[in-house]
């Protein structure tokens, strides 16, 4: 049984597909944490309408740095969590945290890195250079997370085409639907020990039919 945290700043869409996901693999992992960083935002209105249990780390509550660090960092050993998944989340995760989690971190970010990655890059922001680029393709990439924005080791890619008539806001949406197939894919990889390392570079160990 693996212990997960989700890390989400939003409206918490993966969040919830990632919940449902544990309930149907609920032998193999359990959601025992939600960290964010707004009080109100979608997800912690699930968490509390699901009884998941949340904590709020920002700067409003922990005007320190360090003191949001130690927050979180107490909350993942309290929950004795095993592996964390960011979900939305627009906050630097803290380096502790990072170290304490090498290569236990997943984030899924809405196109194909390393093209429109980095700092800044997220939600409408990357949808939007897709578009002013006017790539031929974009999609989804997910990866481990270490010390620098969208750089960590990438485990798996899927790309879809972008239309002639696509704008920012149709292009997210059928992004959102892939982040949501594709999130949860890797992590049925995960708990069923087909992620393995060759050097340092994760790789799928046997492609199967969710």
């Known amino acids: 049984m693996f212990n997960f945290c989700i890390f989400a700043s939003g409206a918490g869409s993966n969040f919830i597909e990632i919940y449902r996901f544990s309930k149907k693999n609920s032998n193999k992992m359990k959601i025992n944490l939600l960290v964010s960083d707004k009080v109100d935002c979608g997800a912690v209105k699930y968490a509390k309408k699901n009884e998941i249990d949340y904590i709020i780390v920002n700067v409003n509550l922990f005007p ?57 890059f997220y939600g409408m922001n990357v949808h939007n250079a897709v578009i002013q680029s006017k790539e031929s393709k974009t999609g989804v990439t997910i990866h481990f997370v270490n010390k620098d924005y969208d750089k960590g080791p990438i485990i798996y890619q899927e790309e879809i085409p972008v239309y002639a008539n696509d704008n920012a806001e149709k292009l997210s949406k059928r992004v959102l639907r892939l982040e949501h197939k594709t999130y949860k894919k890797i992590i049925s990889y995960l708990i069923n020990d087909k992620i393995i390392w060759n050097g340092n570079k994760p790789e799928i160990r046997k492609i199967y039919n969710d």
């Open 64 to 120: 320190n740095a360090k003191d949001q660090e130690t927050r979180i960092i107490e909350s993942l050993k309290f929950y004795k969590i095993n592996y964390i998944v960011l979900a939305g989340y627009i906050k630097k995760v803290p380096i502790k945290v990072i170290n304490d989690f090498k290569n236990k971190i997943l984030n899924i970010h809405p196109s194909l890195l390393p093209k429109f990655g980095g700092k800044g």
